[in-house]
């Protein structure tokens, strides 16, 4: 029994990519309609998603073959979604990116924030924070962790290193005084009860002298409380990094996949939404909102992992021998990177320049310069117009400034700041087809009624108030996303809730907008999401270390999203009132649907 249940579970992708579609064979055979077909299409991938039986993106690719042959959508209907305006913006994006970490960009602003910051415990955690969430806001949530959790390593493994040193020399000193040894051994047996048990004190002092404690003992007792000091401060470290990547990428429209996936599926669904969706405006409404995240989530990390005597970990701005080779290390790290080279300056230069256009192509209040140039009789410029053109610059200027004479034999071996190598060997191609497979299912969805069928049947949910429709929609997907990654989540998850918005008569974005950063609060499992998977391997966890701490920041990510889509979020796209751009794509679907298959 034992051997066949293990050859199945060896076996499971295989079985389940043959047995699913078999099991819901009968959903379109029973029931002929486009409406069951495309139904039977989004079963097949979510599944496939769930168990990851194939990849991701193959999964993604679906469509192409079922759409066509079951008559919803024609192959070159299905074929012009996986290269959508959003995919452009999102390959625009990540050569940026990629620019940035080619040149270490992003290795020198981390470090030379660290050095502002300090090294105390809870300054080091602050750091840290702000640093990975700052930088996940522009290249992936990957690369950031993968960056700063060796410098946390280094750094920690310092000052442990310096802190032993020092205490066995106290120790030294303290051992050759009889009436002080005697107060050491108290203090120590105080702290390592402590460690096992912090909320208890002891309650019988005297018991500590009935045991017979010698230098080499105590010794060994203020090893174990140190190691179980730094092993606490390593832990919460580690999580700090892994949960502010995830944080800091919902700040910005190109800091994770979902964010771009809620402005495709936007632009797919309400073509008529008037750029609701853009990167000023999703800067204005998740930039607070991820600060707010980031306090919170580094006080309860502060209260679980460091205490809360604040005066202690910040240390009132006394510095110890520790702190000062800690920052020694850190400090020789930036040695090593040397001054500025002409290539960072170039990619320095050319992404602030990008988040200039960025914010200001259309900010809203007033018209932006794409507004006035280009886009009086239309939406000519995009942000993946803007996105493009800055990556392409890469491609133009070189890595170095060319020395007198040096466009005589040393022109063949000017290389450009970014090459097409580089880009082919760091370029998640995956993504692209992930996000077009998501556009994909949206259009069968809209086309065979789909979204249709499945509004009418969510129109129940009108008698129960906004607020709380949205926040058991985030804890869903919160909870979804555990299992399954968050770009698969929000694919299967933002048409639905479109319909669903758009049948109760409900602004879309009030539920789109904040289950879509609910998709990238994945916290409590270390498979959940790969900065979580990295900080595991690094810090010593345990998985219920990550699930308790996890569980909590996810409620905390829930209602801070909750509480900005009702305040400011709530203001900044009218949510009060039913868009009148809902109607007219409505009533578009509508005709479109029943001209082609009534």
């Not at 076996?11 to 309609?33: A, D, K, Q």
């Not at 001054?339 to 192509?361: D, H, K, N, P, Q």
């Not at 280009?374 to 053109?389: C, H, M, W």
Request: aromatic share 10%; glycine share 6%.
């Amino acid at each position: 029994m034992a051997s066949w249940l293990k050859w199945l579970w060896y076996h499971r992708n295989y079985i389940i990519i043959v047995v699913t579609p078999l099991v819901f064979l009968p959903l379109p055979i029973v029931i002929p309609t486009s409406v069951a077909k495309c139904g039977y299409a989004i079963i097949i991938m979510a599944l496939y998603w769930c168990t990851e039986c194939m990849p991701l993106a193959i999964t993604a690719l679906l469509p192409v073959v079922l759409f066509p042959m079951m008559g919803i959508m024609k192959g070159g209907e299905v074929s012009v979604e996986y290269l959508r305006d959003t995919n452009i913006l999102f390959i625009g994006g990540l050569l940026v990116a990629i620019a940035v970490e080619h040149w270490n960009l992003h290795k020198r602003i981390a470090l030379r924030v660290l050095l502002l910051i300090g090294v105390r415990p809870s300054l080091l955690m602050t750091g840290f924070m702000i640093v990975t969430a700052f930088l996940s806001m522009w290249i992936s949530n990957t690369a950031s962790t993968a960056m700063m959790l060796p410098i946390a390593h280094a750094v920690l493994q310092q000052l442990k290193a310096t802190e032993a040193r020092e205490d066995e020399e106290d120790f030294k000193a303290t051992v050759q005084d009889n009436h002080a040894f005697e107060l050491e051994i108290k203090e120590t047996m105080q702290e390592v009860t402590n460690e096992k048990q912090p909320d208890t004190k002891i309650q019988h002092e005297d018991r500590v002298y009935q045991h017979d404690w010698n230098p080499e003992s105590l010794q060994e007792a203020r090893r174990k409380a140190l190691d179980a000091k730094f092993d606490r401060l390593s832990k919460g470290i580690c999580l700090s990094v892994c949960y502010s990547a995830s944080i800091g990428g919902t700040a910005t429209l190109t800091g994770t996949t979902p964010n771009l996936i809620l402005k495709g599926q936007m632009d797919k669904l309400f073509p008529e939404n008037g750029d609701v969706i853009n990167f000023a405006s999703w800067f204005g409404f998740a930039f607070p909102n991820m600060v707010l995240m980031l306090v919170l989530s580094w006080l309860w990390l502060q209260i679980v992992f460091l205490g809360f005597n604040l005066k202690r970990s910040f240390g009132c701005g006394m510095k110890s021998g520790r702190d000062k080779e800690a920052y020694a290390v850190i400090k020789e790290e930036y040695r090593k990177l040397g001054c500025m080279s002409f290539g960072e300056g170039v990619v320095l230069t050319v992404f602030i320049l990008l988040v200039v256009l960025w914010f200001t192509r259309a900010p809203g209040f007033i018209d932006g310069w794409a507004t006035v140039l280009f886009n009086q009789t239309g939406e000519y410029v995009t942000d993946g117009t803007v996105a493009i053109l800055m990556a392409m610059l890469f491609f133009v200027i070189p890595s170095q400034l060319p020395t007198c004479g040096g466009y005589g034999k040393k022109v063949n071996t000017l290389r450009t700041v970014l090459t097409w190598q580089v880009v082919h060997d760091r370029m998640p191609w995956n993504i692209v087809l992930l996000l077009g497979g998501g556009y994909a299912l949206a259009a069968g969805s809209e086309i065979s009624g789909l979204s249709k069928w499945l509004g009418e049947c969510l129109s129940p949910l009108q008698n129960i108030p906004p607020f709380a429709i949205s926040l058991v929609l985030c804890l869903l997907v919160a909870t979804f996303t555990e299992c399954s990654s968050n770009t698969a989540t929000t694919t299967l998850f933002l048409p639905i809730l479109a319909s669903m918005a758009t049948a109760i008569k409900l602004h879309p974005l009030y539920v789109m907008l904040p289950c879509t950063i609910s998709a990238s609060l994945a916290f409590m499992l270390p498979v959940a999401t790969p900065p979580n998977a990295i900080a595991f391997s690094h810090g010593n966890l345990k998985v219920m270390d990550m699930v308790s701490t996890g569980f909590i920041l996810n409620l905390v990510g829930i209602a801070t999203v909750n509480l900005g889509i009702n305040t400011w979020g709530y203001a900044m796209f009218d949510m009060g009132t039913f868009p009148s751009w809902v109607n007219i794509t409505s009533n578009h679907t509508n005709t479109t649907s029943n001209y082609t298959y009534t």
